[in-house]
């Protein structure tokens, strides 16, 4: 089958490799009907080290179940699904309380241990506790939308819950990139009365105000963080989104927080240490976040996807084939594209 495979930093190629299959009794067979390049495709794509072997790429897709292994229950042949970007058994401790992404018994898509999905098909580990069957039309106008569900959308969401998000309160959202236009959808929806996105890519800031954002900083760094104090009324937003994970992000993250306010951070974290460790000890502010478990939020979310409250889908501003997939890591890298959407 064919697969997106990166080799090195710069090198993504779609190479021939063995079929995705059966392994375990609990595996599920995918044929991928969407995937996408997220946006932490792009550290590796900045800074892998070179191998020989190459990783099989991409952590977010839907699709139709062609097979299943002799010990899964729940998922059967020819359900439309949602593959969320950890897999996860459902049942230990953490999973029950709805932390999936730290299952004891689970991982990660795309690396050396279970392929990703940047492909025509996805062996999905755990399948009963991992995937989520739809039970929607497969209506394509709703097929980004879907797809945003297995993480991004997802992303966004925890992003806000972590950020303690909440009807009439101040919500500022670090980063314009995908994730940090769903965490403007999110905030919206959980109410917050204000939402000041902070970034300057002029499509992303139209698009995140079509979203519900009511005030945008263009500023970094010091400047921004005096920007939203100045907004604010000098205290500061009380629930603030961290949607990049670099050292500069983080750092205008816990700056813009005011006193006993909560940062919620999903960035994937770029650097070692914190910043304004004592600057954020004396705000008493929360600060919280982490992988998201998007399994969890996927019932929550869906039926406002499905009834056309919300459409995340449209952070997706371009759409390729397989063959064309390393020229959209190109275009995002460069800014050129928010977020690419892959028809395998």
């Known amino acids: 089958m064919k697969a997106t495979v990166m080799y090195k930093a710069g090198d993504v190629r779609i190479d021939n490799v063995p079929d995705a ?3 375990n009794p609990t595996d599920a067979l995918v044929r991928v009907t969407r995937a996408c390049i997220c946006g932490s495709d792009l550290w590796p794509y900045k800074a892998m080290e ?3 072997t190459g990783v099989v790429m991409g952590h977010e897709a839907i699709g139709i179940v062609e097979d299943v292994g002799e010990d899964v229950r729940n998922i059967k042949r020819g359900d439309f699904v949602i593959m969320p970007f950890a897999w996860s058994d459902g049942t230990c401790e953490f999973c029950a309380k709805g932390l999936q992404t730290a299952c004891v ?3 990660f898509f795309g690396n050396a241990e279970v392929a990703g999905a ?3 098909a996805v062996r999905i580990p755990l399948a009963d506790g991992t995937l989520f069957s739809l039970a929607v039309p497969k209506d394509d106008a709703l097929m980004a939308s879907l797809l945003t569900l297995s993480d991004v959308m997802g992303t966004g969401h ?3 819950v972590a ?3 909440a009807p009439g309160k101040i919500a500022a959202v670090v980063g314009d990139g995908a994730v940090g236009l769903c965490g403007v959808i999110a ?20 698009l995140a105000e079509e979203f519900g954002a009511t005030d945008v900083v263009k500023e970094r760094g010091a400047e921004a963080v005096e920007r939203v104090l100045a907004i604010t009324g000098g205290l500061g937003a009380h629930s603030v989104l961290e949607c990049v994970g670099l050292e500069q992000s983080t750092a205008t993250a816990l700056g813009i927080v005011r006193a006993g306010g909560a940062v919620g951070r999903v960035g994937v974290p770029q650097d070692t240490t914190i910043p304004l460790g004592d600057e954020s000890f004396y705000k008493n502010a929360t600060i919280a976040g982490g992988p998201a478990p998007v399994r969890a939020y996927i019932e929550e979310l869906l039926p406002d996807i499905v009834e056309g409250r919300i459409n995340p889908g449209r952070v997706f501003d371009r759409t390729v084939n397989l063959d064309a997939v390393p020229d959209g890591y190109r275009a995002m890298n460069d800014r050129e594209s928010i977020k690419v959407l892959i028809e395998p």
């Open 21 to 23: 299959r059966i392994i």
């Open 50 to 52: 070179p191998s020989e």
């Open 105 to 107: 018994h689970g991982g």
């Open 118 to 120: 940047q492909a025509e």
């Open 158 to 160: 925890h992003a806000a």
């Open 163 to 165: 950020a303690k998000v």
């Open 187 to 206: 905030a919206r929806r959980l109410g917050a009365e204000q939402i000041i996105m902070l970034g300057h890519h002029r499509d992303r800031i139209a």
